[in-house]
């Protein structure tokens, strides 16, 4: 089992800026991938952002441009920075990662390929 705690939630306007943070305690794979998903009320959950342990990464097309992850791996956190954040951005977002046994070559946008999964935090953006 691998504790995945989610920070950085809250609330904010329109085209602002919010970073959140992943602490994945223990967590160490290689080909291993960790991801951000988010549910918006009424909707069904949803891939934001991942990235491999190779350092590449993948965005949503809603998101590219305005999103950035990262991770550090000094600190096993992952983190990502969002900008410009419109209406559409309002949801809970969770942080997940894919089991430490299976080897990734590239990065799945199904929440059925990962394994941990944290509580999540809240954002919300008004106008």
């Known amino acids: 089992e691998v504790p995945l705690v989610e920070s950085g939630g809250g609330s904010v306007q329109a085209g602002g800026s919010l970073r959140l943070s992943c602490a994945a305690s223990g967590y160490t794979a290689s080909g291993a991938v960790m991801a951000w998903f988010r549910q918006a009320p009424g909707k069904e959950r949803e891939f934001v952002s991942g990235i491999h342990t190779d350092t590449t990464s993948k965005y949503a097309d809603s998101v590219k441009g305005r999103f950035t992850i990262s991770k550090d791996n000094a600190k096993n956190t992952l983190h990502l920075q969002m900008n410009s954040l419109n209406l559409e951005d309002t949801a809970m977002y969770y942080c997940?990662?894919?089991?430490?046994?299976?080897?990734?070559?590239?990065?799945?946008?199904?929440?059925?390929?990962?394994?941990?999964w944290g509580r999540g935090t809240l954002v919300i953006v008004s106008s």
């Open positions: 997940a990662a894919t089991h430490e046994l299976r080897v990734f070559k590239g990065i799945p946008t199904s929440e059925r390929h990962f394994t941990y």
